[in-house]
């Protein structure tokens, strides 16, 4: 038996949410600097930092280099990013000399809708007829993050609300139209790799650029994910099915949301 499977809580100890962090935690494995989205992304990049990626450098675009925050922040601005940085920058050093010159590794974004090619809306929504439409936080900075960053990990939770045929506003480019348009438009990073979500993990195929389904987390079905899709979801010739989350990562996420929740 291995360690994993040793230390697995039963399935009904944990939440979908809580394993789709856990699983955007891992795909950080590896990486060396991560510039961080707040909300999910920002959970995950420090839970990384908790369990498999001691190491991990977390950049946020409020200018902070190497942040360890003992508790979630609650926002780009909090002083809790500043108290623990290893450096504090301006913000056009930020984007200038680290993100646009290809200095960090991954850039990890949330999203309110996004499409086949994980191109990324959080500008405007549609609400319906009669209805002003919906507006979102913005832009911040993802287009910079996900043109420049060697490669874009996303996570956000899977529902046709948010996996969208076509999206109501184009905030953040992923893979354009397919293939060749990151070049095209001079966008120097890979571009998505994966999108992690509460029913599993979708990346982009290498030959059409398109999501497809690549693996499932436990207990969830693929019929599941298409229902739960906008689009006609392409799924892999094989599926993985993800590792549930050990004791020790349920510890530390547990722990970090409420030290959050005691900041609020």
């Known amino acids: 038996m291995t360690q994993t499977a040793q230390q697995a809580p039963a399935a009904a100890e944990w939440t979908s949410d809580e394993l789709m962090t856990i699983n955007a935690a891992r795909a950080l494995v590896g990486a060396r600097t991560v510039f961080v989205g707040i909300g999910l992304p920002s959970t995950a990049a420090n839970l990384a930092r908790r369990t498999a990626h001691p190491d991990l450098v977390l950049i946020y675009e409020s200018g902070t280099l190497g942040s360890k925050p003992t508790r979630l922040p609650l ?105 060749g348009d990151r070049e095209r438009l001079g966008l120097r990073g890979a571009g998505p790799v994966a999108v992690i979500t509460d029913l599993g993990i979708l990346r982009p195929d290498p030959a059409t650029s398109e999501l497809v389904l690549t693996d499932l987390h436990p207990g969830v079905t693929v019929a599941q994910v298409r229902a739960a899709t906008g689009w006609d979801l392409k799924v892999a010739d094989t599926v993985a099915t993800t590792e549930p989350p050990t004791a020790d990562e349920l510890a530390a996420l547990r722990a970090l949301q409420a030290a959050g929740r005691s900041a609020t």
Not at 126 to 150: Q, S, T, V
Not at 165 to 173: A, E, I, N, P, R
């Open 75 to 179: 926002s780009i601005g909090d002083g809790e990013l500043a108290d623990t940085a290893d450096a504090v920058v301006s913000v056009p050093e930020i984007f200038n000399y680290w993100l646009q010159a290809g200095r960090i590794d991954v850039g990890f974004l949330g999203a309110a809708q996004v499409d086949r090619y994980a191109n990324i809306n959080t500008t405007i929504v549609d609400r319906g007829p009669d209805k002003p439409e919906g507006r979102l936080p913005g832009a911040g900075g993802a287009p910079e993050i996900a043109a420049n960053c060697g490669r874009v990990l996303m996570v956000l939770r899977h529902s046709t609300r948010n996996f969208v045929k076509k999206l109501d506003f184009v905030t953040t480019v992923g893979h354009g139209s397919g293939p």
